[in-house]
Nanobody
Framework: QLQLVESGGGLVQPGGSLRLSCAASGATLDYHAIGWFRQAPGKEREERERVACMSSSEGITNYADSVQGRFTISRDNAKNTFYLQMNNLKPEDTGVYFC????????????????WGKGTQVTVSS
C-alpha cells in the first residue's frame, strides 16, 4: 500500500517561491503516475484542482492553465519522491496542496485518484 507524505508548505510573499516534496513509502513510485492538487479555502474535496501531473514511464506532464510557466513537477524515482517547484507565487495560489498517485491512468480528476497525501498548507500573502 503506497503512502504519501507532503512537506515544504508555508507562508510566502507574492512573487516568492516554494518547493513541495512528496515522499512515498510502502511501494515504489516507478509504476505510478503522480500529481499535485490544491484545495482552495471553502472548497470541498471533490473540488480539488489538479495543478500538475506526470505519467509514470514517458514522463508526460500537464499543467493547469493558471500555473503554466510558473510550476514544475518532477520526480526522483531513486529517492521515491516527487516535487512541485512553484515560482512567482500569487495570492490565488493559496490552498492546501495534496500529492497524489495513480496506477492505471495519469492526470485523472480527483475522483479517480488511488492514493492521496494528507496535504500541506501554502499561503501566499504580503
Amino acid at each position: 500500500q503506497l503512502q504519501l507524505v507532503e512537506s515544504g508548505g508555508g507562508l510566502v510573499q507574492p512573487g516568492g517561491s516554494l518547493r513541495l516534496s512528496c515522499a512515498a513509502s510502502g511501494a515504489t513510485l516507478d509504476y505510478h503516475a503522480i500529481g499535485w492538487f490544491r484545495q482552495a479555502p471553502g472548497k470541498e474535496r471533490e473540488e480539488r484542482e489538479r495543478v500538475a501531473c506526470m505519467s509514470s514511464s514517458e514522463g508526460i506532464t500537464n499543467y493547469a492553465d493558471s500555473v503554466q510557466g510558473r510550476f514544475t513537477i518532477s520526480r526522483d524515482n531513486a529517492k521515491n519522491t516527487f516535487y512541485l517547484q512553484m515560482n512567482n507565487l500569487k495570492p490565488e495560489d493559496t490552498g492546501v496542496y495534496f500529492c497524489a498517485a495513480e496506477i492505471y491512468y495519469y492526470c485523472s480528476g480527483p475522483g479517480n485518484i488511488d492514493y492521496w497525501g494528507k496535504g500541506t498548507q501554502v499561503t501566499v500573502s504580503s
